[in-house]
Nanobody, 124 residues
Framework: QVQLVESGGGLVQPGGSLRLSCAAS????????IGWFRQAPGKEREGVSC????????YYKDSLKGRFTISRDNAKNTVYLQMNSLDPEDTAVYYC?????????????????WGQGTQVTVSS
């Protein structure tokens, strides 16, 4: 049974950092791409980042490049999203997902399995 569990969200001040974790079970994370998405109140879900299986290639939403870093620890079956210089605009529920494919996609419909999400709130 495929499961993804996010953790690491919370309340952080503007300019602060958080590291989100996505723990996978029921499949071998090393064999598949994992994506991070977010959804802010009243807004559509958007792709944040993705890491593929091919040399761990990473992809980011253009506006987040340089602030967010995605990585994977295959031994722990976990993907991380390091978020720095956080801004109130980053406030959202963050989800990790997989479509059990080796390649990345920025489209939510390519992902069949989703975690429950973790809330990130950036506020002073």
């Amino acid at each position: 049974q495929v499961q993804l569990v996010e953790s690491g969200g919370g309340l952080v001040q503007p300019g602060g950092s958080l590291r989100l974790s996505c723990a996978a079970s029921g499949f071998t994370l090393a064999d598949y791409a994992i994506g991070w998405f977010r959804q802010a109140p009243g807004k559509e879900r958007e792709g944040v980042s993705c890491i593929s299986t091919s040399h761990g290639s990473a992809y980011y939403k253009d506006s987040l490049k340089g602030r967010f870093t995605i990585s994977r620890d295959n031994a722990k079956n976990t993907v991380y999203l390091q978020m720095n210089s956080l801004d109130p605009e980053d406030t959202a529920v963050y989800y990790c997902a997989t479509g059990l494919k080796y390649y990345c996609s920025g489209y939510g419909w390519d992902y069949e399995y989703w975690g429950q999400g973790t809330q990130v709130t950036v506020s002073s």
